[in-house]
């Protein structure tokens, strides 16, 4: 089932990958009069931030509740972005609309990636670029929630057989599966590894401001729709804490380092 990510509170998250938005952004300039399509984009960080540097720019995500952080944020900077709701499998844009064509953690999350690579690059300019970034999978971000996603599968199971029907699942993050899905389209890619440090004042703080994102949300209520919810929320809570202590590179407060992937998809010179 695809995670609904207006529940709880995103933004905290969004606060703190604001960041690689940042990098994004300005990694591709010049932007002035470029129409940037914004894919996922949530609370609107790399939207607003294109916007701000004189680019056209949509902001499209299946999130009612984000678009509606990202519409606020734009208007208190008094900043002209049009968001609309909208999915990577479906992008509500014509053909080679975007010269570029940003995704912040955001269409890795599509369930089918084949139908999102076939819709970015149909939405994406003959000299336009494709910008995305992907967990690089060994880091701290992808042990806590392999703790979560394990305790998830020892309470309602897991490992089924697949549906049949399903998406093939593509690591986002490796460039030679990207290499070969992009070049179906008759693009090329690139791939720039980068490090992420993510900040608190304690293990406990960073696990709970953690406790209001979508994901974890969406488990909690899955948990508490059992008889023994209370018990295993807090069997959950404890494995989560040790796994971030765990990960926690800074005695004293709480640091993890996160390394993730910044890939460019272009089309191929023939
Ligand atoms: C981790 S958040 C990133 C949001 C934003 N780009 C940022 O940097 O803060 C993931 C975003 O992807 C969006 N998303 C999830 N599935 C999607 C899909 N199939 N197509 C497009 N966006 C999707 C979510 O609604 C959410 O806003």
Known sequence: MELDWSLGHYEPTGKLLLPISERVVTMSEPLVGKHI?????????????AAERGAVVTGIDPAARLLEVARKRAAERGLQVEFAAGDAASIPVGDGTADLLLSVF????????????????????????????????GGSMTAINRTAGQFM????????????GAATPL?????????????????????????????????????????QHPMAVSGAQALASRSDGEELQAELHRRLLAAVRDVNEDSAAFQVSNEYAIVTARRSVA
């Open 153 to 164: 599968a020892e309470v309602f199971g897991g490992g089924e057989s697949p549906d049949p």
């Open 106 to 137: 955001a269409v890795i999350f599509a369930p089918d990636a084949e139908a999102a690579i076939a819709e970015m690059t149909r939405a994406t300019a003959a000299d336009g670029l494709i910008r995305l970034t992907s967990w690089i999978p």
């Open 171 to 211: 690591a986002w993050h490796d460039e030679a599966a990207l290499q070969e899905a992009f070049a179906a389209h008759g693009f090329s890619v690139e791939l720039e590894r980068h490090s992420l440090q993510l900040k608190a004042t304690s293990p406990e703080e960073y696990l709970e401001e953690s406790a």
């Open 37 to 49: 399509i914004d894919l996922g984009c949530g609370t609107g960080n790399a939207a607003l931030l």
